[in-house]
């Protein structure tokens, strides 16, 4: 087939469409011959089109003349389990004079695995449905090689990581010289890097990528840390991977296993320089008498064609290590500061009002009333002047009236009033609203905020026209004493721009610190709701954590933070009508909350096994 050209009007398109087909197997590919000849032929591009996703997804482009001469693209489809179709698309900008053709289209290992009779034998899997009969290490892969999910149904979703949604239990390391960006479709930089993830075979799928451009130099590293494992003893650990290593500037991805928190550890595998766009399985056996964990390292190479790509992590036959005694726990590096219960710009008498209270209960200010600790700062007011809930967050924030509503970032204060340069170049959270904006910051700062819709309304935002690369800003509630069993966070958040970092929700609990929440790499230009559930806790506080991009490019903003049905249980002394599950400390829940998996009564006992 090939192009010929009748006219000169703008923007003219010839598109080729493929017939439908339904679903390919594992380890599909396609090829074909094509010729793009001319002093202004201009460029063409192969679309992958599946049936319920708007957007295309880019599988292969030419953008130039490329000689008097056939040349071969090799195009890995990988499964896709939805009907689908190609679009070969040539547009033409008015001025054309050139040959684009394209011969000898193929497919090659695209169907399932066949059904087989009998599948015997320690290292294989009989699929459920298709009765395919494959090897076990494609067990748990998130890949569908069965065709019938059946090979992927029992699994434990924390030994494996599509990045769908985050970094599930992998963490980046803080003693290296940048981070890996989780993103989805094609990288920055043309002509290198994934155009689309492993795990959909499309643009809407997310993958690990690191970003060689400016400013990366030579040589500079990120790395990947795994959760740790208990020791394997005989081998029977797998860790299976998909890189992607393409661009003429690659330089190296290598997989260490370590056994002590801040070492390297040693080399299990690397692989150097430019593999080709597509997507290497790689597995690996491990062997460890000891807790271990892996390093994922990805190396800058000289130039900006070498992005890395990674995607579809798993081990098989490893479990997750749980002993809290030993001396080798690499993810409590960073301690978060401790931080004060009392929040700036409260009025408070000096001189509490005549009372007996004990030091183990709190005084409200009005009455000289008692109140238990626990009662202060759990989002009810047990005092008549409600200054049990004075110095606490307050439930709804919009940052109107430039309220910070109890927040508050205790990297600042701890600077001690200090406003040196250190100070005002820090990355940070501030209030901020569109009307106050740089022209240019419009591209990546929210130019109205959630509450008005205004360019007058304030949010609160994390500057990354300050700080470096990777730095963090947090901001941070007072001790919160106890919540009831539905209580959620609902926030709006926007995060737009070339260079976004991560947003995370985190729940901080004495000296341990976990993730509820992480939102990385750009959202589009609008707000987007979240809704976070803490359910039934106690003295602690939520920390909103920004990560700042490699650029000034992307700011992170939140507003309209909202602690919803948080307030604990309030159990009166009616009785429960028909339509009510009496709890075993006399509080009346719908029958309707019974067995669904969420503690409703705060005692557990509406989803009590007997019942």
């Not at 010729?35 to 482009?61: F, H, I």
């Not at 990947?224 to 690659?250: I, Q």
């Not at 729940?507 to 987007?528: A, M, V």
């Amino acid at each position: 087939m090939f192009i010929l050209k009748s006219s000169n009007s703008i923007s003219q398109i010839a598109r080729l469409r493929s017939p439908k087909f339904r679903q390919t197997g594992s380890n599909c590919t396609l090829s074909f011959w094509y010729y793009n000849y001319g002093q202004s032929v201009g460029a063409a591009e192969l679309q992958l089109l599946v049936d319920g996703l708007e957007q295309p997804t880019v599988l292969w482009r030419t953008y130039y003349n490329e000689g008097n001469q056939w040349l071969k693209a090799v195009i890995q489809l990988g499964r896709l389990p939805h009907p689908f179709q190609f679009s070969l698309d040539k547009i033409s900008l008015g001025v054309y004079e050139g040959v684009s053709a394209i011969d000898d289209i193929r497919f090659e290992n695209c169907a399932l695995p066949p059904p087989a009779l009998i599948c015997e034998g320690p290292n294989r899997f009989w699929c459920r449905h298709t009765k395919a009969c494959i090897d076990t290490l494609l067990v748990c892969d998130l890949v569908d090689d069965c065709g019938d999910g059946s090979d992927e149904g029992n699994c434990d979703p924390d030994l494996q990581c599509n990045f769908e949604n985050g970094l599930c239990n992998w963490e980046q390391e803080v003693q290296d010289d940048f981070d890996w960006i989780r993103i989805r479709g094609p990288t920055p930089t043309v002509n290198t890097g994934p155009l689309k993830d492993h795990t959909t075979g499309t643009a809407r799928g997310h993958y690990l990528y690191l970003e060689s451009s400016e400013p990366r130099q030579f040589r500079d590293k990120a790395v990947l840390l795994s959760p740790l494992f208990n020791p394997s003893d005989y081998g029977t650990c797998v860790f299976r991977f998909h890189y992607h290593m393409f661009g003429k500037e690659v330089y190296k991805l290598s997989v260490f296993q370590r056994t002590v928190s801040n070492a390297n550890g040693w080399l299990l595998w690397y692989k150097f320089g430019n593999q080709e766009n597509r997507w290497i399985r790689q597995t690996l056996f491990i062997s460890s008498s000891k807790p271990f964990q892996i390093l994922v390292k990805g190396i800058v190479g000289d130039g900006f064609t070498g992005d890395i790509g990674l995607d579809d992590v798993s081990f098989l036959g490893c479990t997750l290590y749980n002993g809290a005694q030993h001396p080798f726990d690499p993810f409590f590096k960073g301690h978060l500061p401790t931080v004060s219960t009392t929040t700036s710009g409260t009025s408070v008498p000096a001189t509490l009002p005549m009372n007996n209270c004990t030091e183990k209960e709190f005084v409200c200010r009005a009455s000289g009333h008692c109140v238990q600790m626990i009662q202060k700062c759990d989002f009810r007011p047990d005092c008549s002047d409600k200054s049990d809930e004075s110095a606490c967050v307050m439930e709804v924030c919009d940052f109107e009236d430039k309220d910070l509503c109890g927040w508050h970032q205790p990297a600042l204060e701890q600077m001690s009033g200090n406003y040196s340069i250190l100070f005002t170049k820090k990355f940070k959270w501030q209030l901020g609203r569109g009307a106050n904006l740089y022209p240019e910051e419009e591209q990546h700062c929210p130019l109205i905020d959630h509450t008005m819709c205004t360019e007058e309304g304030w949010y609160l935002f994390a500057d990354s026209s300050n700080g470096e690369f990777g730095d963090t800003a947090d901001i941070v509630t007072p001790v919160i004493s106890l919540t009831g069993p539905r209580c959620k966070i609902i926030f709006w958040n926007h995060m737009n721009g070339s260079t976004i970092g991560s947003l995370e929700v985190l729940y901080k609990s004495s000296n341990k610190t976990s993730k509820l929440w992480i939102q990385s790499g750009s959202q589009g230009p609008q707000w987007n709701r979240a809704e976070v559930f803490l359910g039934i806790r106690s003295n602690f506080q939520v920390i909103f954590r920004a990560k700042r991009g490699v650029s000034y490019m992307g700011d992170v903003a939140v507003d309209d933070i909202t602690f919803e049905d948080c307030s604990p249980l309030l159990i009166s002394e009616k009785p429960c009508t028909s339509e009510e599950f009496m709890c075993a400390n006399k509080y009346c829940i719908p029958k309707n909350n019974l067995c669904d998996f969420v503690n409703d009564c705060e005692d557990n006992s509406d989803e009590s096994p007997s019942i």
